[in-house]
């Protein structure tokens, strides 16, 4: 590739300082020792070759994990300059890898726009590297320099003449730095795809090579700048190619929703401004309530949105209301008329990224954009856009303002609903429901809330349970099978108006953690397909609209154990099958020493009996649901905050979250079946 004209010299780089600082904090340059940081050192190497392909110097980048976890990432980018350095006396190469933030990215000419999370480079990865090889096809040769825990084994050698152009860099993490060094697969590769979202055309290849065989391997070694996916090796891959950049991200988060206009709305324009290199923005909207819009600044997600989402709001809903009065969708007679930020939002499935030179986030882990100029230029740029594209696409905007007006309707009734359901009945403390069995004390710290499934469970919990700190709320699973429900629909059903007011908190913008009323919530549900759909909607009712306790931590998951195993008076439970047998074998039962469907269990089918190597029967009982323990055993198993299990509900990665909600609550009525069955026995949220 490398067809535009480069200008850089090795002057272009700017020298901070040498590496040790980075062995002795490795947190301040990471964030953590741990599994982020250490797919981290991954991202920061994948960054600069993604900045050659979005400079239009690179079209193709591949990230290899390979055996003794060595991680490559190879690109057909410029090539890291090999030649002298004015200040340093070395070459640039050997510059960029062992000095901190040296790089063209710092004041020089090589790059406009830094891109990695903390924007220091791949000296960063070489410092806590235990090896790095960096090879560089440049200028008709082949160079090569090797490193070890961030120092040169040698000079930058000519291997041999070269016609080809690229940077492949090799590095294994250093074990005595990173607490454990395992790298996860799936997340490579959903981190790289919303990086190739990020940058059009540019062809992605992740390839599993951990496990590759000695001839393969061979193969590999010889491979030279070859790319492993052409060399047909059968181990696990992905490649990534998106046309559409931005607009494919659009049509790849609608994938499980219903589109409510055909086309894709998709705007880029650069050099907006001194302060604003880029600004693009797709969208689309679908039939559903929630919006889902994704922002990038500079290549990294933001996942707490900032200025660039501001303004992006504020000429979504000026633009929509202007179109919908020129075109006469307003009633002349509804003084009230006219859309909400909130109106417009509904369903609305949109990218928005930005590119600056000088960038600013709010607090330390960039989350959330702080630049005030991406507001501005992100307002202009979109509005304009997005205006004329109505204009051009009158079908499209009929749908979309037709959508806005039923958000509307929406957003009215269920105020309405809301004020008279639940403001004044939870906030003042009107009535308890009479279902919830509630607890003594009255520290919410001290409190816990199990909801559980089925009033014959609820019977048994509320006569096992600790009745000083332990609350009781049975729910009825069928009513909550609310699917596609809007708030005020979810509201209105007597269950969750129950939950809510236990709670204590309201709901909506008078929501309130402060009066939380129990610090654990416990959903309860058993183990089956039904169980599954109750958790989940139950979990998306939090989602949605309690957010602040996914995000505190107080959402648990109780884990009911499978199997009661009884062996004369001793009792003993398993959760899982391999434990089961763990404890069968502890207890002196011989594998495949069954007794039979025997007398005195002929009722309970699901029972079996096997006998220990003395002959001592041990009755194994299988749990179908809650509902079959009585009071003693829901209290030893699942209450018990000595012997209980707990699965704390956490959204670390909102997006993907989302995503699973998506699925579940989407109108794709197939895949969330499909999904559910799949992941019935997954009873927690990092899916
Ligand atoms: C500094 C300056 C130039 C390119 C690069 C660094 C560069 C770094 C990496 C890291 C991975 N792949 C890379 N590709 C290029 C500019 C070179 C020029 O102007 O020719």
């Known amino acids: 590739m490398a067809e535009k004209k ?288 994704s922002a990038f600044a500079n290549n990294i997600y933001n996942p707490e949105h900032g200025t660039h989402i501001t303004g992006f709001k504020t000429a979504l809903t000026r633009t929509l209301n202007n179109y919908a009065k020129k075109n006469n969708f307003f009633s002349v007679k509804d003084k009230d008329a006219g859309f909400t930020g909130d109106d417009v939002l509904e369903g609305i499935t949109a990218v928005v990224s930005i590119k600056m030179p000088e960038i600013q986030f709010e607090g330390q882990t960039k989350a959330k954009l702080g630049s005030v100029e991406a507001r501005s230029a992100t307002e202009s740029v979109f509005g304009e856009a997005f205006n004329e594209w109505l204009e051009e696409h009158p079908d499209d905007a009929k749908q979309i303002i037709n959508k806005v007006i039923l958000a509307v309707k929406a957003r009215k009734a269920a105020k309405a609903a809301k004020d008279s359901v639940l403001r004044k009945g939870a906030l003042e403390g009107l009535s308890l429901p009479g279902k919830l069995a509630d607890c003594q004390s009255k520290r919410a710290e001290d409190s816990e809330l199990f909801i559980v499934e089925g009033d014959s469970a609820g019977g048994s919990a509320k006569m096992g349970r600790d009745r000083k700190t332990q609350a009781i709320l049975p729910l009825r699973g069928k009513i909550l099978n609310v699917e596609r429900a809007r708030i005020d629909k979810m509201l209105a059903s007597e269950q969750i108006k129950n939950l809510v007011i236990a709670l204590g908190t309201a709901i909506g913008d008078v929501f309130d953690i402060g009066r939380l009323r129990y610090h654990k919530i416990i959903i309860a549900t058993d183990a089956d397909v039904d169980g599954a759909h109750i958790r989940t909607l139950l979990l998306t009712l939090f989602y949605r609209y309690f957010r602040p306790l996914l995000d505190t931590g107080y959402i648990y998951i109780a884990q009911p154990p499978l199997y009661k195993i009884q062996k004369g008076k001793e009792i003993r439970y398993a959760f899982s099958d391999p434990e089961k047998f763990m404890v069968l074998k502890e207890l002196g039962v011989e594998e495949n020493v069954e007794v039979g469907e025997g007398d005195d269990e002929a009722e309970e089918p699901e029972d079996e009996a096997v006998a220990t190597k003395k002959n001592t029967k041990v009755r194994i009982q299988r749990y179908k649901g809650l509902g079959e323990m009585n009071a003693d055993e829901l209290w030893e198993t699942t209450m018990n905050p000595e012997h209980r299990v707990l699965k704390q509900v956490t959204i670390d990665d909102g997006q993907m979250a989302d995503k699973v909600f998506d699925i579940l609550m989407g109108t794709d009525v197939a895949s969330r079946k499909s999904f559910i069955q799949s992941n019935a026995k997954m009873a927690n949220l990092d899916i």
């Open 6 to 293: 480069s200008n850089y010299d090795a002057s272009a780089i700017s020298v901070l300082e040498g590496l040790d600082p980075v062995r002795k904090r490795p947190g301040m340059y990471i964030g953590t020792t741990g599994p982020d940081g250490l797919h981290h050192l991954i991202w920061e190497v994948f960054d600069n070759s993604r900045d050659e392909a979005m400079g239009g110097f690179a079209d193709r980048i591949e990230v290899t994990l390979l055996p003794d976890n060595y991680i490559r990432v190879a690109d057909n980018g410029r090539g890291i300059p090999v030649d002298m350095h004015k200040q340093t006396k070395v070459s640039a190469l050997e510059t960029i890898m062992t000095t901190l933030h040296a790089g063209g990215k710092f004041g020089g000419e090589g790059y406009k726009v830094s891109g990695g999370l903390h924007g220091v480079g791949v000296s960063v990865v070489n410092a806590l590297s235990t090896h790095v090889i960096a090879e560089v096809h440049r200028d008709g040769g082949y160079y090569i320099q090797e490193y070890n825990i961030g120092k040169p084994k040698s000079k930058v050698k000519k291997v041999s003449d070269s016609k080809q152009q690229g940077t492949i860099i090799t590095f294994q993490a250093d074990v005595s730095i990173f607490k454990e060094i395992v790298f996860d697969w799936k997340r490579i590769v959903s981190h790289l795809r919303q990086q190739a979202y990020l940058v059009k055309a540019m062809r992605l290849s992740v390839i599993d090579a951990r496990d590759l065989d000695e001839k393969a391997q061979k193969k590999l070694d010889m491979r030279g700048v070859q790319y492993l996916s052409d060399l047909a090796l059968e181990v696990p891959h992905q490649h990534f190619y998106f046309e559409g950049g931005l607009r494919s991200l659009v049509a790849f988060n609608n994938q499980y929703q219903k589109p409510i206009h055909k086309n894709i709305f998709y705007v880029e324009k650069n050099n907006v401004d001194s302060a604003v290199l880029s600004v693009e923005v797709a969208l689309q909207y679908v039939d559903d309530l929630s919006p889902r819009i």
